[in-house]
């Protein structure tokens, strides 16, 4: 099977992926970098929306927050999403403000009442965009609270928001190692229903039962598996290969997603 593979878009190959049009299936871009940049920016989207299929990954929707939910972003979020006609909006299920931005991806506490609390915010963000929303499961290295499991918690949320799931892959992997459970049972368990979308990224060993999950460096072996499996539990669905550091040339990074169509 051909699995539909895609890359962040970047600036630091934007010019040459105008320029040559490299055989990726599409390209994922964070709105935020992208709005209210002005002329020059909707330009080269918009010929990348002409060769191109276009999703998107939010970084500061904050859906967990104590803080009231920003309408008004949401709100613009909207008109760039209608403006480039991208239908696919995905955001962490995690939060990064609290009186303020935070400057990183913290863990909602895992509670039935953290889980109704961020369904009720996916719910609006949702009847604002006219679009299902995807939530990723994030990587984390010291649970908030623990009422629930990690994947109950999920389970819930996307169920009571009647949401979709962006499975990101080397997450679930940090995560079993960091917290001592069994990547593919937790992968095993998640709806099939939900998942409509994927991320694979590699990570950084700082010892043998502490992986971070960097996005800056190559996938590992024990990742690739993992999706494989995926595959096998859940049926085909498009992933995007992350890399946000340490970023190779394009050339490099298009045979990495060689190696991402070839996982079966």
């Not at 049009?21 to 002005?38: K, L, S, Y």
């Not at 949401?163 to 960091?178: A, E, F, G, R, T």
């Not at 937790?186 to 060993?205: D, K, M, N, V």
């Not at 190559?218 to 494989?228: G, K, N, P, Q, T």
């Amino acid at each position: 099977m051909r699995h539909s593979v895609g890359l962040g878009l970047r600036r630091e190959f934007l010019s040459e992926v105008l320029a040559s049009t490299p055989a990726v299936d599409f390209w994922e871009i964070a709105p935020e970098n992208w709005m209210a940049r002005g002329y020059e920016a909707e330009y080269q989207l918009d010929r990348i929306r002409e060769r191109y299929a276009v999703s998107s990954h939010g970084l500061s929707l904050s859906i967990g927050s104590p803080d009231p939910l920003d309408e008004s972003f949401v709100r613009q979020l909207k008109t760039f999403l209608d403006r480039f006609k991208i239908s696919r909006y995905s955001e962490h299920l995690s939060y990064c403000s609290a009186n303020g931005h935070l400057y990183d991806l913290l863990p909602i506490p895992f509670t039935e009442q953290a889980a109704e609390y961020v369904a009720a915010r996916v719910k609006r963000v949702q009847d604002i965009l006219e679009r299902p929303v995807l939530l990723e499961n994030v990587s984390y290295y010291a649970p908030a609270k623990t009422e629930i499991t990690e994947l109950a918690f999920i389970k819930q949320v996307l169920e009571h928001a009647d949401c979709q799931l962006l499975l990101d892959v080397n997450n679930v992997y940090v995560n079993s190692v960091n917290h001592n459970y069994d990547p593919f049972d937790f992968i095993a368990a998640l709806p099939s229903q939900r998942i409509t979308y994927g991320h694979i990224a590699g990570h950084f060993e700082e010892a043998s039962d502490l992986l971070i999950d960097t996005h800056g460096a190559d996938v590992r072996s024990e990742v690739y598996e993992l999706l494989a499996f995926a595959y096998q539990q859940h049926g085909d669905f498009p992933v995007l290969l992350e890399r946000d550091f340490n970023i190779p040339p394009l050339d490099v990074l298009l045979q990495e997603v060689k190696k991402v169509k070839a996982v079966s």
